[in-house]
């Protein structure tokens, strides 16, 4: 059993419970329709967090293997899978330790997590690994502002909201994403790419 004990953010984990569902009705929902829309075959979704995404991928998709590493979040996630359209798998792990063989997944998915994640070029390339030679990684996340003024101002307060926050950063490179991917990175607070294959 991997050590997860980092990941344990009780305080946090609740109030994303309570904020992930208002927001839905603020417009994640759309986000997370149209970051998935077209996703087929075996996906594996790292930080899956209390299940979100759950109910909006679409019915082409044979399987999700759901990673989450926080253990109140990944009970809910558990309950979410239960009742989800597609079968969904939840796993005690991480996003650089996925405990699947190199290449057998169709999609990957990361949604509001890298902004979480420690080493995030170390986390895409174990999404490459996963994925099949024609698969598609699949993501949603907010970034590093484009206005220079309000990306200042996410620096500075990312030391201070990290801590608070279960290491989650306000300034996201979205160059991170783009460089391991090759895709368009749009600049926009939402970075959204379907289709784009990594590597
Ligand atoms: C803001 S939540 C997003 C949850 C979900 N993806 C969603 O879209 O609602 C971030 C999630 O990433 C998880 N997380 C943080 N660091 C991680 C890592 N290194 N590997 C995998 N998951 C991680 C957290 O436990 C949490 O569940």
Redesign the pocket.
Known sequence: MADLSE?Q?PRC?RM?ERI?AESEQRGTAQH?DRAFAGLSGRVI??????G??FGHYPNTVAEVVA????DH?RTLAERAAETAAVPVHVVAR???ALPVEDATFDGTV????L????DVPA?LAELRRVLKPNGQLRFFEHVRSTKPWFALLEDALTPLWSRVG???HLNLAAGLIQHHNRARADGDRFVEQQGDRLG
């Not at 979704?45 to 209390?50: K, L, M, P, R």
């Not at 990361?110 to 997590?113: E, R």
Request: with cysteine; hydrophobic share 40%; net charge negative.
């Open positions: 990941f953010h984990a994303y992930s997370r979704e790292v930080g899956a967090g209390n979100m995404n990673v989450e590493p926080e979040l991480h996003a650089t990361a949604s509001l997590v902004c979480s994640v420690a986390a279960g290491g989650c």
